[in-house]
């Protein structure tokens, strides 16, 4: 069985910084791909950022230059350092991994609530 498990969200000011982490345990053969979803109030879960097991990333468009993703192979974490935060990046924010544990499958934690409010 392999979990995943966040932690790092909170309420927060505009212009305000987090950083969000995800760790990955159980049985885990490899991982590849590791990144973060999130779900704004009453709007579909939408993607944030991605990073490849090398380090190759990928990123929302509305997130572009605030927010940057990086990830720790030998802890099997990813991070989500998110600046200058506005009241849009509200949302419950997911993190996935692509695992092999004798498959390969997609793993989800169970989500931390980023509100940004003044």
């Known amino acids: 069985q392999v979990q995943l498990v966040e932690s790092g969200g909170e309420m927060v000011q505009p212009g305000g910084s987090l950083r969000l982490s995800c760790a990955a345990s159980?049985?885990?053969?490899?991982?590849?791909?590791m990144g973060w979803f999130r779900q704004p109030p009453g709007k579909p879960r939408e993607s944030v950022a991605d990073?490849?097991?090398?380090?190759?990333?990928n990123y929302a468009d509305s997130v572009k230059g605030r927010f940057t993703i990086s990830r720790d192979n030998a802890k099997n974490t990813v991070y989500l350092q998110m600046n200058s935060l506005k009241p849009e990046d509200t949302a419950v924010y997911y993190c996935?991994?692509?695992?092999?544990?004798?498959?390969?499958?997609?793993?989800w934690g169970q989500g931390t609530q980023v509100t940004v409010s003044s």
């Open positions: 990073i490849t097991e090398t380090g190759s990333t």
């Open positions: 159980g049985s885990i053969d490899s991982i590849a791909a």
């Open positions: 996935f991994a692509n695992v092999l544990s004798d498959v390969w499958f997609a793993a």
